[in-house]
């Protein structure tokens, strides 16, 4: 069962892995590099999964993402994974807000002009956008 290894960190892996464990902000990335650096301490899986509070087969998910993507594959961004969606908005959907926002508003909601709150409605409404503000909108592109 603990056949999965971690590969060798580079230093400044290692350096932001330790910052990561000490962080209070987001549990997530903390427990995950703990379990790199306990695997990278020669500790098997099974008490790192003990430790740490997963499963052993987590243990092993989160070695395997590590091992192949490195940092990158076991950070986790809460943002990306909540109810609102990204915060980020890309140039696609920039594009696709404002197709709704210049279209006309009689077929889509039955009135004749798009009024920022029921634009932003009709937005959230046909799950376009998981949130936007309505200063969001009101920026001129």
Not at 15 to 29: I, M, P
Not at 56 to 63: E, F, L
Not at 83 to 98: M, S, Y
Not at 110 to 119: A, D, N
């Amino acid at each position: 069962m603990d056949t999965v290894r971690v590969r060798r960190a580079a230093p400044p892996e290692r350096r932001k892995l330790r910052r990561w464990k000490r962080a209070r902000t987001n549990q997530v990335n903390s427990c995950r590099a703990r379990v790199v650096l306990l695997s990278l301490g020669g500790v098997c899986n099974r008490e790192t999964a003990q430790r740490v509070g997963y499963t052993p087969q987590w243990v092993r998910v989160v070695i395997h993402r590590f091992n192949a993507g490195g940092l990158q594959g076991i950070e986790w961004f809460p943002y990306f994974h909540g109810p609102r969606g990204p915060k980020t908005f890309t140039a696609d959907l920039v594009e696709q807000i404002a197709e709704v926002a210049l279209s006309p508003p009689k077929k889509l909601i039955g009135m004749t002009q798009w009024s920022l709150v029921k634009l932003r409605a009709y937005l959230i409404e046909q799950k376009i956008i998981g949130n936007i503000s309505l200063e969001w909108l009101r920026l001129p592109f």
